[in-house]
């Protein structure tokens, strides 16, 4: 989902509802680079991923959400694995019922 058709989620989800706006590792993922001409570049990927964390940051502190994450994938020695842990990135809608 990107960040318009999460917008629009915003707008007309009803009260209660949950949308899961990102899986993965939320901060590893906004920060992910490639090589471009032999300088790195923020991917695509991460700047719409920015664009989605943004908005629910917005919308929490606006009051119209409440954002959760649940543990997907995750390693007890989480400081000499070699993959991130890996969460999913919950946003449930407030309101009035």
Not at 45 to 52: F, H, R, S, W
């Amino acid at each position: 989902m990107n960040a318009d058709k999460l917008q629009q989620w915003l707008e007309t989800a009803p009260f209660n509802e949950e949308q899961i706006y990102h899986r993965g590792h939320l901060v590893e993922d906004r920060h992910e680079v490639e090589k471009v001409e032999g300088r790195h570049v923020t991917t695509k990927k991460a700047l719409e991923l920015n664009k989605k964390a943004n908005l629910m940051m917005a919308a929490s502190n606006h009051g119209q959400v409440a954002l959760f994450q649940r543990v997907i994938k995750h390693s007890p020695e989480t400081k000499l694995a070699k993959e991130p842990p890996v969460y999913e990135y919950i946003a449930v809608k407030l309101g009035r019922k």
